[in-house]
């Protein structure tokens, strides 16, 4: 299965090579708004009706999940809930279970999928009278299933989504000063616990699906066994379906373990006879088959990323097309990037005699509860992101799940009928190859802002820090080390200024710098629309059928030098158009994604503001711009290579432009770039890209580099370290003979990176010596 995963699936291989056959040909250029298309009397075949939104539009108040859903809870609906909640095994040991938790500060609860763990026992705790100490919190792993969760407690409470019952994720707040039930992702708590180091307003704290051992949730168990010592009043209670309860157990002191006894409805489990090669085509036959063989019950396929969703969408289209009289089918995908709006479908009734099918990621493996749901096709993979920290990369791949994951996944089926669970792999491999648990995502992943979280905490030896499944030393020290480049702690491992005005944002930390820094250069307004854009997923979308248009419309915005520029032009346009819903449209561009970047943009501004920032805009010194983005970024910088191809500066990791850079097949390719991130899919690549000077680099980054000017014979003529102190003023010339030909009969700035000498901490002199 590991061998499969790197090599793909063969459909979505050739749907890939089709798509870039049909981009290859002759594009369709649209004149219309252009110099050229005014002179020639092109019109637009659109007018578009200009939306203005209100000025008092807040981050707060603006459009959300919560108004994506329905609402309206007819005295039908709210009885049929009643009866849903006492027929979940929870209630039968409802009493049970509230004198464990009353007898003790730290409880672990293991239940089955769909025995009401998530959904009752807030409500539970708020009937016994633990609200009116403080709030009853709840956290997840993902934010759709806080979102969807937090609905449907307040549907069981008879209450709107915001009041009594509300729900907290990044830059979206839908709660009030009357909620009392607050559910909300992992990295919101340990935010609020920069600020509130007791967590004074909770009174309970309920850590759900505790085995998905996400960063946050490490994190927070570290910080939570400290708070639980300071106060006796406070209750924690961890939950999941499918969890090594003796290690929680025995992390938190030997807390008792509580199990809910049965599930709602048996789920039966089918394994394939033979390994399969293509898990895409394996789960459109067997969707095919379900659709058209077995009775009625909605379909959920699991399947690993957003590509891959998207090709068996469209690959069922096309297979149900060809049979006839076959039942209509609503699919429909779900995954991260997608639109709160579409994300809210799945929920939706389908018409009657309309069979539903899910195409989901591993969002919909927890928590998640699509009413309907029989059958669950499991592909038996999902994309992880694993972080190298020696070079710095981002590898987002596919991996087959673990028997945890592949447990939760037929769970789904099982939620509101007896269900059925296909999985497309055989019950050896399920044995043999997967994992008993996933890696815990603090062992895979760059731990820069956690580690400045942490610090800002006050907390001193972070080796020592209590986690539970405690990440790679080198994980640490790399965090630390990237920290101590950027300014946010000194030789002596201790929180400066800068690194407590970075803590103060909920951004990773070069973007964080980059908007303090922008506040002394005078180009504030602009960074925070450049890190507010960076902040929400794709902003661009390629609808099937029309992708020429999608690229040609793309073309118009790019800014040649820079991707994060190509970014603020778009904000700037849509501005301009006054914030136009059918503007968006017509350019392609999700249209709620650029609200969320408005909301955004609100929010960090209100942050500047509370740090008595300066916000001032540089005007079209696009230069001043992106010297500030190299002021953040001087430690991802590549030098040119070949065509379109990069060498990193301080490791000599290859990377490429990506296909969707404005620097992409550009005629001058600039000889040195920054990067905002570098990930391996079929090869290394480097997105969201700007073009700097060499004079930058060195200024910024003066511990790595300094500036050699050669003359016309290739000849060193004056060394010019630039601002470099006194334990980095050595260099020496790493370029080829080939590099300084290339450089004869012009002046050329060539960065050289440079040598330590004794005198910096123990703790970073190896790394610096190594990148040297």
Request: aromatic share 8%.
């Amino acid at each position: 299965m590991a061998l499969l995963s790197r090599k793909g699936p063969h459909l979505v291989r050739c749907h890939r090579e089709e798509r870039e056959r049909r981009k290859a040909q002759k594009k369709h250029w649209n004149l219309a708004g252009t110099n050229l298309g005014n002179i020639m009397g092109a019109e637009d075949c659109k007018k578009e009706d200009v939306e203005v939104p209100s000025e008092e539009c807040h981050y707060k108040s603006a459009q959300k999940y919560a108004s994506h859903v329905d609402d309206r809870v007819t005295q039908s609906k709210f009885k049929k809930i009643q009866e849903q909640r006492r027929s979940l095994p929870v209630f039968g040991v409802k009493q049970e279970l509230l004198n464990v938790i009353r007898d003790n500060q730290v409880v672990i609860i293991v239940g089955e999928t769909r025995s009401g763990k998530t959904t009752q026992l807030t409500q539970y705790l708020h009937e016994d009278g633990y609200s009116k100490y403080g709030i009853i919190g709840c956290t997840q792993p993902r934010r759709i299933a806080a979102m969807s969760v937090a609905k449907r407690v307040s549907d069981e409470m008879d209450s709107k989504l915001g009041d009594k019952v509300g729900y907290a994720i990044r830059f979206e707040d839908c709660t009030s000063p009357e909620t009392i039930i607050k559910y909300m992702t992992d990295g919101i708590l340990l935010r609020e616990s920069l600020r509130e180091g007791d967590l004074d307003r909770y009174s309970v704290i309920i850590m759900d699906e505790a085995h998905e051992c996400s960063l946050s949730t490490d994190v927070l168990f570290g910080l939570l066994k400290e708070v639980l010592r300071r106060r006796s009043d406070l209750k924690l209670i961890v939950t999941s379906a499918t969890m090594d309860s003796c290690k929680f157990s025995t992390f938190f002191g030997n807390a008792p373990t509580f199990k809910i006894p049965g599930r709602t409805y048996p789920v039966e489990i089918i394994h394939q006879k033979v390994h399969v090669d293509d898990y895409v085509a394996a789960a459109v036959k067997q969707v095919v088959q379900i659709h058209l063989q077995h009775p009625s019950g909605d379909i959920l396929v699991f399947m690993p990323g957003q590509e891959d969703t998207e090709v068996t969408c469209e690959v069922l289209n096309e297979r149900l097309n060809e049979i006839e009289r076959a039942l209509p089918l609503s699919i429909l995908p779900i995954y991260s990037q997608l639109p709160s709006d579409l994300q809210a479908k799945i929920f939706q009734r389908v018409t009657d005699g309309v069979r539903k099918c899910v195409v989901a990621t591993n969002i919909a493996e927890t928590s998640l509860t699509v009413d309907g749901i029989v059958y669950v096709v499991d592909s038996g993979y999902c994309k992880l992101k694993v972080y190298n920290p020696r070079i710095g990369m981002d590898a987002l791949q596919v991996y087959p799940v673990s028997q945890a994951n592949a447990n939760q996944r037929s769970g789904r089926a099982g939620r509101t009928n007896p269900g059925l669970c296909y999985r497309l792999y055989t019950q050896r491999q399920y044995l043999d190859e997967l994992l008993e648990a996933s890696v815990p995502e603090i062992q895979r992943t760059n731990l820069a802002n956690t580690v400045l979280l942490l610090k800002s905490l006050k907390v001193g030896d972070l080796l020592r820090f209590p986690f539970m499944d405690a990440p790679p030393q080198d994980n640490i020290l790399n965090s630390l080390y990237q920290l101590w480049m950027l300014g946010a702690i000194d030789n002596d491992d201790q929180l400066t200024g800068l690194g407590r005005q970075m803590a103060e944002f909920p951004l990773d930390p070069p973007q964080s710098k980059m908007l303090i820094v922008a506040s002394n250069l005078g180009c504030a307004s602009e960074i925070l629309t450049i890190v507010s854009m960076l902040s929400v997923p794709a902003i661009f979308y390629r609808p099937k059928g029309r992708e020429e248009d999608s690229d040609s419309k793309r073309e118009k915005f790019q800014v040649p030098e820079s991707d994060h520029l190509t970014y603020l032009n778009v904000y700037n346009q849509w501005k301009s158009n006054r914030y136009s819903s059918s503007w968006c449209t017509e350019n392609f561009i999700h249209a709620k994604a650029m609200r969320k970047v408005r909301e955004i943009r609100q929010q960090l501004e209100e942050i500047m503001k509370q740090q008595r920032m300066n916000i001032a805009s540089c005007g079209t010194e696009w230069d001043t711009v992106r010297k500030c983005i190299c002021s953040a970024y001087f430690h991802q910088a590549a030098r040119l290579k070949g065509i379109g191809e990069y060498v990193n500066c301080r490791t000599g990791m290859p990377c490429n432009l990506h296909s969707t850079s404005a620097l992409f097949e550009m005629g001058s390719t600039p000889d040195y770039v920054v990067y905002h991130e570098l990930i391996m899919t079929s090869k290394e690549y480097v997105k969201c890209v700007t073009a700097v000077d060499a004079h930058w680099l060195a200024e910024f980054g003066h511990m790595f580099f300094s500036v050699k000017e050669t003359d016309k014979l290739g000849k060193t003529k004056r060394q010019a370290p630039m601002n470099l102190d006194k334990s980095s003023n050595k260099s020496f010339d790493t370029s080829s003979d080939k590099d300084k030909e290339q450089a004869s009969g012009r002046k050329q700035a060539i960065l050289t990176p440079g040598l330590r000498e004794p005198g910096t901490p123990a703790l970073y002199r190896i790394k610096t010596k190594r990148i040297g």
